[in-house]
């Protein structure tokens, strides 16, 4: 792998989008399918961008769908505002707005890590706009969540911007993927990509705001709970069962718990599900619209 490799591969990937403003904050979107066919919009978490569903989006398109990916505020190739609300429920508030700026009025979701309680806020703020929600690895019983040990130093000032620069040692940021992020399949240059797309012209600082804005009370929890359980919407759960982030046994089970689903799809991928198996996940999502 060379910079000119992944230099190529940010460049194609680049031209596969577009560029979009919302709530006065310009972004990066994906967008395939035929602007007629059920929208699927999808979240993505940390430190993560709408590159990881760049596979699945495509896949949906394939099935008859439109795939929709943006980058949220502060990662990938979206603005990162010095005074934008990086907090999950201000994050959850621009993607209402981008939905309103890519107008679509009704839409289907698909929510993964912390895009799952952005999304919730989203659902919270307009269930009626909300077709289906699928849950990949996340995290709903906030309240009794704990940060995974390559999440937890972001949380603390100094330590953290010292562990956000530590992924730039060669090598560093792959290690950490390929234990706990993604199978050995996805390729390592497609793994670099993402650490551009994580520093971006701010070398990070917003990525930083972001992980130290989760909203972990009680009362964060029952509103998350509203957006999944006795909804106007179905929900499904699709699981990456080798993750070592978001364990099934604990936060997939919680997940299930929490949302009342009977059944989960579980799928032989780590913590980024999307990366392992894109077309995996754009089946299970296709199914559970099509039923």
């Known amino acids: 792998m060379t910079s000119a490799e992944v230099g190529r591969l940010l460049s194609a990937y680049r031209a596969s989008g577009q560029t979009f403003t919302a709530g006065g904050i310009s972004s990066f979107l994906l967008d395939h399918g ?7 919009v999808c979240v993505h978490g940390v430190p993560a961008s709408a590159y990881v569903y760049r596979k699945v989006v495509t896949a949906l398109a394939d099935k008859g769908l439109r795939g929709i990916a943006v980058d949220l505020p502060g990662l990938g190739f979206a603005q990162r505002p010095a005074d934008a609300d990086y907090t999950w429920a201000g994050l959850g508030r621009w993607l209402l707005a981008a939905t309103d700026a890519l107008e679509l009025d009704r839409f289907h979701l698909v929510v993964h890590d912390i895009g799952g ?23 709903i019983a906030v309240d009794a969540f704990h940060r995974p040990w390559p999440m937890e130093p972001f949380a603390h000032r100094g330590l953290g911007e010292a562990w956000l620069q530590s992924l730039r040692v060669p090598g560093a940021f792959a290690a950490i993927m390929r234990l706990v992020g993604v199978s050995r399949h996805v390729p390592t240059a497609e793994i670099a990509c993402w650490l551009p797309l994580l520093f971006g012209e701010d070398n990070g600082r917003a990525f930083l705001k972001i992980m130290r804005g989760f909203q972990l009370t009680a009362a964060d929890r029952r509103r998350y709970l509203d957006a999944v359980r006795n909804t106007p919407y179905p929900v499904q759960i699709v699981w990456g069962e080798r993750d070592r982030m978001l364990p099934w046994r604990r936060y997939g089970v919680q997940a299930q718990l929490a949302s009342g689903v009977d059944d989960a799809t579980l799928l032989p991928g780590k ?13 299970a999502v296709h199914r559970f619209i099509a039923s």
């Open 34 to 40: 035929a602007r007629d066919a059920p929208a699927v």
């Open 117 to 139: 309680p952005i999304g919730f806020e989203l659902a919270h703020a307009a269930p009626e706009r909300v077709l289906s929600m699928t849950l990949l690895n996340t995290i």
């Open 271 to 283: 913590h980024f599900v999307q990366e392992d198996c894109p077309g995996e996940v754009a089946a």
